[in-house]
């Protein structure tokens, strides 16, 4: 069964902290109905910090293999008004039909890559990191606007 969230309107998608939540991240994240982390977290302060801005939904990384990580699913179902989220950390690991399973959304973080794409039916968001720098990639997180229809996705770059 998915977690449900109802008179949600915006949902902040974050993925790969690493244990750093910088504070541009804090400050895209305000005002925010939900928060989505997709993985690899790098330290239980990081959920503390996200759950004093929102709710927040967070899945376990191929990194969060510490003990305050352990009860954190690898993947999780989320049903925020009416449409069907399903998050993961790695988009290889995806071993489902989402579009048959009637899911809305898939986010999946890991390559630290942002990106928003849509498949047939289904979008498919990858926030890209918002935690230390990886190579060139960007530092960014990504605001989903579900009180449009169909909703709507944007990459936030944090850092220039």
């Known amino acids: 069964m998915p977690t449900k969230f109802n008179g949600v309107r915006r949902i902040g998608v974050i993925s790969d902290t690493h244990g750093l939540l910088r504070p541009e991240a804090v400050t895209a994240l305000a005002g925010v109905d939900l928060i989505i982390h997709a993985g690899d977290i790098g330290a239980a302060e990081v959920l503390e910090q996200l759950r004093s801005i929102a709710p927040l939904v967070a899945i376990r990384g191929n990194n969060d293999t510490e003990k305050w990580a352990r ?8 049903e925020v008004n009416d449409s069907l989220i399903y998050v993961l950390h790695n988009i290889r690991d995806l071993d489902i039909d989402v579009e048959a399973a009637g899911f809305h959304l898939v986010i999946a ?52």
């Open 71 to 78: 009860d954190i699913p690898e993947t999780e179902a989320v």
């Open 109 to 160: 973080g890991h390559s630290h890559q942002p990106s928003i794409e849509r498949r047939g039916s289904v979008m498919f968001l990858n926030p890209g990191s918002a935690g230390p720098r990886r190579f060139t990639l960007p530092i960014a997180l990504a605001l989903l606007h579900m009180n449009t229809e169909p909703f709507g996705a944007e990459i936030v770059e944090l850092v220039r």
